[in-house]
């Protein structure tokens, strides 16, 4: 596999932001114990991460534009190319040492997605996609699994936390898609559930109530490992609607058909 320039520079980015992830990760683990819990250095982690992918990205590709979760919007002076960065994914899974992790960097182009990359610095997981070039984890082609039926499939899904909106809808969809999938799941990081899509390791997943830093990249690494990915009520306005559903062809058509009717 050849790495085009971009790639290039995404991947150093997110190498350098997940060695520094990575040593707090460490630290994180040795904090659990105390009564203050970790939660600042958390924090602290987590924007500093950004902190480098910005630095990195906008030293690389001067005057793309950005949307951040921490820092924000930042306008670029070349308006056609925008970064949407998640420096740290699964924020509750690090803060509990759980190594289910990673940041997300998506780059649109004229408000296509053209690029992706999610890294897991934890488990030196790194997937990648470029648009019609395939997806691809750390060098492997990958291709989404070929399961047609929700009955032997096993389906990624998120549950509200406490205090987020979406609790009744989510109880309703959890029983529907429980009626009729082999198996679920609840990992924790919306960036690489899809990547576990693009894997073959889930067969389909869905979620709402996302941010577009969760979803631009996964959205595209999906695609290209020859997934089939909407929102969660089959529009294909996914960053605007924020909520996703994925899988191959037949399970993507099956487990939407289960979520829409259970609303
Ligand atoms: C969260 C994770 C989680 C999803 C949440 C997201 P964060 O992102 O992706 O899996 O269920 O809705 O906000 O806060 O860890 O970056
Ligand atoms: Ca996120
Ligand atoms: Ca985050």
Known sequence: MIRSALMNVMTAAALKAGRALKRDFGEVENLQVSVKGPGDFVSAADHKAEKILFEELSKA?????????????????????????????GTANFLHGL????IS????RDDQIVAGLVYNPALEA???????????LNNRRLRVAARRELGEALVGCAIPHLG???????KAELSAVMECAANLRR???AALDLCFVAAGAYDGFWERG????DLAAGILIVREAGGFVTDADGGSDILAKG?????????????LALIRSAG
């Open 61 to 89: 590709r001067p005057g793309y534009g950005f949307v951040m979760e921490e820092s924000g919007i930042v306008e670029g002076s070349d308006k056609s190319h925008v970064w949407y960065v998640d420096p740290l994914d």
């Open 243 to 255: 909520s996703v559903c994925a899988g191959n062809e037949n399970i993507h058509s099956q487990l």
């Open 210 to 213: 996302l941010k577009p830093w």
């Open 164 to 170: 987020k909106a979406g609790h009744a809808r989510f």
């Open 99 to 102: 190594p289910i992790f990673g």
């Open 126 to 136: 790194l997937y990648i996609a470029e648009k019609g070039q395939g997806a691809y």
């Open 105 to 108: 960097i998506g780059l649109a």
């Open 187 to 189: 990992l924790g990081a």
